[in-house]
């Protein structure tokens, strides 16, 4: 038995320097010739890829890593830093941001050592943490879109029904998370990591060492399909479904609204807001849109590993090559978040820009924002377009950019907090 573990040995380490195809084929080769030995005793190697597709891989997720780093990270400053953006539909994107920051920050680095190396790098409390957390923040942040979707659609298709307040809207939060953990605890309770005694890892040195696989041990394997199919269908097909019908019907009531027709600028102001109201449900769209195409095809992959009855080859290539992209797709959407925000919100892009280019445009505004007709209450705001100011002759260029600023921050953030 030790004879054929050197010349598999050898074998393997020779392969190392034939192309994939041919390392792949002598492998498969002996393979078959030690699982003739008692032990049956088989070797991979210790990465799934070559150097160049190894690279390519760490290239993408560390790239994601850190826009997802950066843009959150300015998404949570900007709402927790400026009091006038802390709507109720912020402070849910608000929460959206720490869901995406969690799985950046735990998910994302620990997934890419997994898809890179063939077994399970760390230990079992790492397997346990990396499966719940990335669990409930995916969880966290579809019913925070959930949320969203159905503040929007009280607020546009029923505008007299009372609106959501802040205090609400964090209690919200709370039990999102506080469900997101319930909902992962069975894969919590049944992650564990094992030790295949008869399966090795080589790296190019011809070191061996044990391969550790994290899984799901559950008592039965239907067990195991039945809440794949319940995670499916409740943190992605369930509120996918939700949030089109929530959005299809906001987008019916606001095309068929008239403009209402007032006196004097208010004929101008109603179109105004009528145009913003629809850019802010263009960006929430596509947030959820985007969540919907990230995440797609990783369900899909997780439901044919359950219910495809894949061939063992045909699992290890999903597994190698697949997976990887699907992971890095999915995670893709904690990082561009940020990106639609910036595009479609005049607040978040003033933000990025004076965090990139360290403009001094975000003054303190004066409580007094939001103007208001005497008598008008919280849910029958007025929007008015504020006349610019001319300057003084003599007023110097720093005080008529401060003032300039200061007057379109302040139309911007009328128009933004609308219910």
């Known amino acids: 038995m030790r004879n054929c573990f050197d010349v598999v040995r050898k074998a393997y380490t020779d392969a190392l320097d034939m192309d994939e195809v041919g390392a792949i084929e002598v492998m498969r080769a ?14 991979s190697s ?6 160049p597709v190894a690279a390519v891989v760490m290239f993408a997720y560390i790239f994601i890593f850190f826009l ?7 998404v949570c400053l900007i709402v927790v830093r400026n009091r006038q953006m802390r709507t109720v539909t912020n402070i849910f994107i608000l929460n959206l941001a720490i869901s995406d920051l969690l799985v950046g920050i735990l998910c994302l680095p620990i997934t890419l050592a997994d898809n890179l190396i063939t077994g399970w790098p760390f230990d079992e409390v790492v397997c346990i943490m990396s499966g719940l957390v990335q669990g409930a923040s995916v969880s966290a942040s579809v019913f925070t879109l959930v949320a969203i979707a159905v503040e929007r659609f009280r607020c546009i298709v029923y505008p007299f029904q009372q609106k959501l307040t802040q205090k609400q809207a964090i209690i919200t939060i709370a039990f999102i998370w506080t469900l997101a953990f319930i909902i992962m605890c069975p894969s919590a309770a049944t992650l564990t990591v094992t030790k295949d005694d008869f399966h090795f890892m080589m790296d190019v040195d011809n070191n061996t060492y044990p391969l550790y696989t994290c899984w799901e041990d559950w008592p039965d394997q239907s067990m195991h399909k039945i809440y794949t199919t319940v995670l499916f269908s409740h943190i992605y097909l369930a509120p996918v479904t939700i949030i089109v019908i929530m959005y299809t019907r906001v987008a019916v009531k606001l095309f068929k609204s008239p403009v209402q027709l007032r006196e004097g600028r208010a004929e101008d102001d109603g179109r105004r807001v009528y145009r913003r109201k629809i850019k802010v449900i263009h960006m929430l769209l596509i947030v959820a849109m985007l969540f919907t195409v990230s995440w797609l095809p990783l369900w899909t992959l997780i439901m044919l590993t359950d219910y495809g009855n894949m061939t063992p080859s045909q699992i290890n290539m999903v597994s190698a090559y697949i997976f990887p992209f ?3 797709l999915a ?5 561009v978040n940020p990106i639609v925000y910036g595009y479609f919100n005049e607040n978040f892009r003033r933000g990025f820009q004076a965090a990139f280019k360290f403009q001094l445009c975000m003054v303190e505004l004066p ?3 939001n103007a208001r007709r005497p008598g008008v209450g919280r849910h029958n705001r007025v929007f008015i377009d504020s006349q610019p100011v001319e300057p003084q002759a003599g007023a110097s260029a720093s005080a008529r950019r401060r003032e300039f600023c200061s007057q379109e921050k302040q139309d911007e953030l009328v128009l933004e907090d609308m219910d």
């Open 30 to 43: 002996f393979n078959q010739v030690v699982t003739k030995e008692p032990g049956n005793y088989s070797f």
């Open 367 to 369: 409580s007094m924002v």
């Open 331 to 335: 995670f893709f959407n904690s990082s």
């Open 326 to 328: 699907a992971h890095w």
């Open 68 to 74: 997802c780093m950066i843009g959150n990270t300015l």
């Open 46 to 51: 210790y990465y799934q890829h070559s150097r």
